[in-house]
């Protein structure tokens, strides 16, 4: 409370979360009083109680994102692909490796050897694409998901791509593995409901500008609709400088997101940095920081690709990425990645 | 290109822009050699070109975005409303006025009155509500839009609700004046795709971080699919201090829009400062600045709103803000504010 | 605490309070207990209590800036110029005017002799120039001030001009009748110091990216050496976007600021937002949200200006601008500013 | 220039250029006509040509540092201490550590001993404190000095500590062997001045909201002044997001630093995080990311430490990341950092 609130703003405040069916325990101090409110807040907003009369500052105790927090749910969550890939807990990490978007199938298939070869365990490729300008190419979308398909029978690769549009659902899980929902979908709470009623695995990418609290609510929204195979996904972050550099990696969210939630988190070098030539370092720090796993953009020839070319490596640099990433993970058994 | 780019990395970028249909001027410089790309450029992103072998930096010179640009439609762009209201050009500010969601049909009856008396023109309220956490209301749906149907009627006053899900686009066409796409779905494509198609007039709030270029680039994709009855709606941006306020209030893209665009620019200061006592000083301001409307959270009383509580104005605060505006208006044909 | 704490560690962190030489009150609720800390609590940082095991989270309750504060200071604080110009209150706003850069004293007198005309109080003229760049003009030095002083004495007009260097305080305190801090030194705590021992007035220039807290701490350190006379100044902040301005405009903060504080706060459209054709409606709106100052960059030909041409107004311009200004003024009787 | 700019404009501003004594280059396109300045374009900012009338966009092309760039100077700088310890290059990454402030002479002794036993090479430790708020602790000052220099003694660690004052120059060069600038003064032009006159090394800390190129644009002025021996640390940025951490590591601009400059760069875990069970991840992310060494605080108690408690390593963490620090550098021959 202010510190000159009446003793009627401190009764009404207390009347009005005892209204919403919660309880409170009040502290009267000499120079203001401390409401404590307790009971399921996560059904309302911190800005709800700031509007009442003589009220000065709100502040969640509990973190909102209930079925999402390590706080509920000890041990890490495994989220399996069919039975066979496994991202979370001590697993090694898993790499995800693809074009930015499926261009025609020789090419995808050249890819997904590579991928497959370099040891990748899934293919990424984009069916459905964002983009900010509405004249720019935008995937194949279903030819699109028929290539990835193909490629997955030959290869052997579990497949993820974008879902972008609530009515392309059953489309989009006929053909992948695992759906993938974009960075600028990350509060399209429709398409979070939608992909929450499924049972397939999703990667979460975090929006340009989430919080990590808004990101993980966003999970927490997938699994309050029943879906609790929800993988995290840190792709940069949008700063004040992007002059030689596409986003801001937040590198520290790894380990952070490992302590604040039971959930897997990978890395996607290629966004978070939009330079090939850091794509490599920056996904050898993030394996060491504790990544569950990433996803890296590749292709035969990243100028000719129709998108994110900056970014992407091609197979040459993929290939010794892999290496390295090896060397990494066999000593990461000593270096102790979760702490 | 870089300063030791080779003649063949040249050559190659040359024909590389060739390619993709579009003229080169090339100006070979003592220490670097600078390319200019002269075609239907809004097609390419400007990475697809720093991937290139031997290129430093790619700049583009005009504008992507073509149809909402001022370059390519000098004149004011005036959007109406049922051949009534009218948004833009000298035209005064439009006031759109109403409860962040629509809770009850008495409730909102008596906001549309107070709006209507006070001057306002339009009604604003939620049916489907954004939010953040999957547990907190989200707004009645069809029946919200039924009692904002039942308050146009018995005010007069036109209505605009939010739209979410492209799957609803009929349903809230029916009962609404102007579609609103909000800030958290300004980069959802699908959406801004549907609302394309469509002929209603659409209030596009600027996302939360989103670039004057990339919102103007919302309004060019929903102009591309047909319909340019575009009003856009600066909302408050995320920087990085939100102590005090719940966004940063950016005024000064109301005259930089009203350069750029032929399109109306409105603002809403509930949003933008999410303080009710700075809602008016700072819808003033805007006023001043040249934005062409305000959209303004109004409820009768502001601590029993189910969201948005704190940035809500009250029935005798909104009352004097809508005076005050009047005597400003009656000064701007002296005050010059588009300039 | 955490929700798992043990009693231990909460008699711990008890303890460790007292021992500070504050007093607590402890609220052990089901789930988590609260700890409230009372007494001089602003001579620490939150952060030093957030290391004590067992700890989830540090709030401040009250605001660390207590001299500059409203809540110790209820009435506005007048800050005046040679008993002559006043900041603050309701006295009407006063403007500032100047070239960025004092380039010779021709140019200077040219200034000065038209902003005495358009009505401005203040003539404004860097002689200590801070420049990104090493090998940037830089300022005339003391030259600068001489110029200054001579503009000063022909007609009347009170100075201000930039202190970079604590070495120069007397120098600078000679020639002038109030100092600029600026914003890259706004947390020069060596400066702040320094000028908190004179008794001029301080124009106290906000940070790039200083929060509304760490802007009145800087305040709040000039006061606690004794100097009460701190004019406040927003100059606009670095955030995403700088695509089309040079920073962005955070009008909210000057209402915000008359609300937590009692110093006077003024506006810099010229900085905010980096390109004259701005300056004008950015000034309007800045006066109407309740700025009781402007600062404005003037130049006979500003694109022959040493420094900050793009943002600098000619003279019809400022003239324009000056007779808008005084027509807002007028109606602001009416039209309540401060809320 | 603007689409429809006239002879006329176009060749005042070729004049222009003239005048300042660069050439130029012209492009008359059938849109837009680009007009490139040649010759020594460091000396003005871009805005300065962005006010010429009928100019749309000013680039720069080349970068702006040109001493601190790896166009001019090809191969790594190496930074040594006492001709002993050496930054840079394919030297092994070098440690410093050491508490926050110096508190006690026993105290900063325990953290030396430690330190070196764990393989560390220099002890950091502040002397000055920069605080935010007036009424905090500031630092012991001299003795705190002293106090560095007796541990200098006793372990033969070389010494780093901040410099805030040009005043101390003199002082704080006597007892140390690497000065600090830390990020608030990072744009403090008169002690980037000072610290430029010496020959001592420095180390420079990006500032908490600067660009690249504002940092390296820093690093010039050390160099301009005359001293080369910069060494860069990144120490976290600010952006909108600081709920569970103080800043945002920014540790792509490790590899990044590495292909545009010459200088060493290292990384300080410690602020870039400001908690200490992040501090591990991310020191052995940022050595795999190329960090040429690392800043980090450790303290016996970091719970009773003065200042920075809850981003400090205690000496059992300390000690095990070390180790582990060994590990990663045995295997980074392997793991190739720079690409």
New interface residues.
């Given amino acids: 409370m202010e510190?000159g609130a009446s003793e009627a703003q401190t009764n009404s405040v207390i009347n009005?979360i005892h209204d919403l069916g919660m309880k409170t325990?009040v502290?009267r101090?000499?120079?203001?009083t401390?409401i404590?409110a307790?009971g399921e807040s996560?059904?309302?907003?911190t800005?709800?109680f700031?509007?009442?009369?003589g009220v000065?500052?709100v502040?969640r105790?509990?973190v909102?994102?209930k079925l999402a927090s390590r706080?509920s749910h000890h041990n890490d969550t495994i989220v399996s692909i069919n039975n066979d890939i496994k991202f979370g807990g001590n697993n090694p990490p898993v790499v995800i490796a693809g074009p930015c978007s499926v261009e025609n199938e020789e090419n995808l298939l050249a890819i997904a050897r590579i991928a497959k070869e370099s040891g990748a365990k899934m293919l990424r490729g984009g069916a459905f694409k964002?983009?900010?300008?509405?004249?720019?190419?935008e995937g194949l979308g279903k030819l699109g998901l028929e290539y990835l398909d193909a490629a997955r029978k030959e290869t052997g690769l579990a497949v993820v791509s974008e879902i972008?549009?609530?009515?392309d659902i059953d489309l989009v899980c006929e053909f992948t593995d695992m759906l993938q929902v974009g960075a600028?979908?990350m509060?399209?709470?429709?398409l979070l409901n939608e992909v929450g009623k499924t049972n397939k695995p999703v990667l979460l990418k975090r929006g340009?500008?989430a919080?990590?609290?808004?990101w993980l609510?966003a999970a927490?929204?997938i699994m309050?609709?029943g879906n609790n195979n929800v993988i995290l996904c840190e792709r940069g972050?949008?700063?004040?400088?992007?002059?030689?550099?596409?986003n801001?990696?937040?590198?520290?969210?790894?380990?952070?997101i490992r302590?604040?939630s039971h959930l897997p988190v990978i890395f996607d070098p290629s966004h978070?940095?939009?330079?090939?030539?850091?794509v490599?370092?920056?996904s050898?720090?993030?394996?060491?920081?504790?990544a569950q796993g990433l996803i890296i953009e590749v292709h035969p020839n990243?100028?000719k690709?129709?998108?994110?070319?900056?970014?992407?490596l091609n197979f040459k640099n993929f290939k010794?990425l892999m290496k390295?990433i090896q060397?990494?993970v066999s000593?990461l058994g000593?270096?102790?990645?979760?702490?």
Wanted: aromatic share 6%.
């Fill in positions: 510190p009005y325990v502290n101090g000499v120079i203001q401390v404590a307790i996560s059904k309302y907003s800005e709800q700031e509007t009442l009369d000065r500052k502040e105790i509990q909102p994102f706080d964002p983009r900010t300008g509405p004249r720019m190419f972008m549009d609530p009515r600028r979908n509060q399209n709470f429709t340009l500008s919080t990590v609290e808004e609510l927490e929204r309050d609709k972050i949008r700063t004040f400088d992007n002059k030689y550099t596409r801001t990696a937040d590198i520290a969210v790894i380990p952070l302590r604040l978070a940095t939009g330079k090939w030539n850091l490599s370092p920056i050898k720090a993030a394996i060491v920081a504790g990243p100028e690709a129709l998108s994110d070319g900056p970014q992407t010794q390295e060397i990494l000593v000593t270096v102790n990645v979760s702490n």
